[in-house]
């Protein structure tokens, strides 16, 4: 299945203010991997990531999402693959009530009423926010809102899922419940974060970057156990696999 | 004037919308209606006409009733606005000075009169206004104009400042609060000062501004937000409006007061 492939070649990108905050960032994401980011604050992981969506433009080099090459003309079609979910909720629940919230992507795909109506309540009841339906997002405590961003991005299936900091702010069971969630998501995923722990829960796969650079690339475990590697990086070894 | 009591207030009309009555479930483009008309009928009387205005109280009374809503909280939330409405109105008594009544032997002069004329047609306004978002919800207001014809780009702008009057509210708390903190008796509390942490927060919002417009375009944005249509006028909304615009006629082109006055003489006699 070729189309859930991510592929970054050479990827710089610079800011207007002229930070440049990709250096030559190249990887390539198969069907169905689970992938973690991770680095120091500032190494370029949210860059990385607003890549993904087209939210923004590689200054050079070429992103591929499935068969496409991101650019400006595709980047709406790129956004139908890919679901992105943001740091903070409050800027991803914008409607004024969750369902309405959770349908505003799948009225936006142009589905009819009924099918728009199902997704909401499968995505929904998948994050156990069923109950949640009819109140509005402000209301809500961070643990529900969170579950209900990744909702109304689930509502939309993607083919890949990006996420920056899923579990900031999430209390230790809904973080639990959150990494649960991401099992079940059998596609392509993309996750930054700096809980090393989830990373090494979720994600079979592990990109470090630094300074805009990808430093290192392989299997989680193999990665987050390179206590060298990871304190260049202002990391640390995940809680699980440190010993006391 | 709490800032902490204020916030949490704006919630509670929010939450009194969730309650199930009659005048909850009537359709809110039915009463999206019914709201205009009256807010029309009221403002359109001439300006020394206080004795027409007083049985326009039955209505937000009415609705107030039926829908279960405090007449305390809205008079409260009527009565913080009510300044704007008392400096339209203060100079009225002194530049219209023509005595038009003597009430017990106090000469009542025209200005005192279009002053509580304005008084009481802001009371009327307002809280049949706050009525309506505390029977129908905001957003069910917003779907309801949308669905009356009114540009999506309108409603959105409605849709954004309802959903995000809370999220800057928090935000200007927690920036008041780290300025509290730090600020100690007369240093740091000056106006320079406060002028910056609005510069910030007007910073902070463009920068919020500008993520939701990115996650708005994430999910297929192009300009509508559209809404699964739920909505289905009944009979009863019909009959509502009619009945509404049937009182509000009435009460707007005969003298019901007066009528009522004489109705009562009679049965004195």
């Not at chain 2, 005048?23 to 039915?30: E, F, G, Q, Y």
């Not at chain 2, 609060?177 to 510069?199: H, I, P």
């Not at chain 2, 082109?253 to 007066?258: A, C, M």
């Amino acid at each position: 299945m070729s189309h859930h492939i991510i592929e970054f070649k050479e990827v710089f990108f610079r800011y207007p203010d002229g930070t440049a905050a990709l250096r030559g960032v190249s990887f390539r994401i198969v069907h169905g991997e689970s992938v973690g980011v991770v680095g120091a604050n500032g190494a370029g992981k949210s860059t990385l990531l607003q890549h993904l969506n087209g939210c923004l433009l590689p200054t050079s080099g070429q992103v591929t999402i499935g068969d496409l090459n991101l650019t400006a003309a595709t980047r709406g079609e790129i956004r139908r693959k890919v679901g992105s979910v943001f740091q903070n909720p409050d800027d991803q629940l914008f409607m004024p009530t969750v369902f309405d919230d959770v349908a505003f992507g799948p009225l936006n795909l142009g589905l009819d009423k009924a099918h728009v109506r199902e997704r909401v309540e499968s995505a929904l009841s998948r994050v156990n926010g069923l109950a949640l339906k009819n109140k509005p997002p402000h209301h809500l405590s961070a643990g529900e809102k969170s579950a209900v961003a990744i909702a109304a991005v689930m509502a939309m299936e993607p083919d890949i899922l990006a996420m920056d900091e899923p579990a900031a702010n999430l209390d230790p069971r809904s973080r639990r419940s959150l990494i649960g969630l991401l099992k079940t998501f059998q596609h392509s995923k993309l996750v930054a974060s700096h809980d090393l722990d989830l990373i090494l829960d979720v994600c079979e796969r592990c990109i470090v970057i630094g300074e805009g650079r990808v430093v290192a690339d392989g299997p989680s475990e193999d990665i987050l156990s390179n206590r060298t590697l990871l304190e260049a990086n202002n990391l640390e070894l995940p809680l699980s696999l440190q010993r006391r | 004037m709490n800032f902490h009591t204020q916030y949490f207030d704006l919630g509670r009309l929010d939450r009194l919308s969730y309650r199930r009555t009659a005048v909850h479930s009537l359709d809110p483009r039915a009463k999206v209606i019914a709201t205009g008309l009256f807010l029309v009928t009221v403002v359109s009387f001439p300006k020394y006409d206080v004795a027409g205005l007083v049985p326009f109280l039955l209505f937000p009374v009415l609705a107030a009733t039926l829908g279960e809503i405090p007449i305390g909280f809205i008079l409260r939330k009527v009565l913080i606005v009510s300044p704007f409405a008392v400096f339209v109105g203060i100079f009225s008594p002194f530049l219209d000075t023509r005595t038009v009544a003597v009430i017990a032997g106090l000469p009542v002069s025209a200005g005192w009169l279009s002053f509580a004329s304005i008084l009481l047609k802001f009371a009327l306004t307002v809280s049949a206004a706050l009525l309506l978002v505390a029977t129908t919800s905001f957003p069910g207001v917003c779907h309801a104009l949308r669905r009356l014809g009114c540009p999506p780009i309108f409603v959105s702008q409605l849709l954004f400042l309802y959903r995000y009057l809370f999220v800057l509210a928090e935000e200007a708390m927690r920036i008041v609060r780290a300025w509290d903190m730090r600020a100690f008796a007369g240093r740091g509390r000056g106006a320079t000062v406060f002028a910056r942490l609005v510069g910030v927060l007007l910073i902070r919002t463009l920068d919020r501004a500008e993520r939701i417009y990115q996650a708005m375009l994430c999910r297929g944005f192009a300009g509508d937000i559209p809404r699964l249509g739920t909505l289905r006028l009944r009979s009863v909304d019909l009959v509502f409006v009619a009945i509404t615009a049937v009182f509000l006629g009435a009460c707007r082109f005969f003298p019901v007061t007066e009528g009522i006055g004489l109705l009562a003489q009679g049965i004195w006699r």
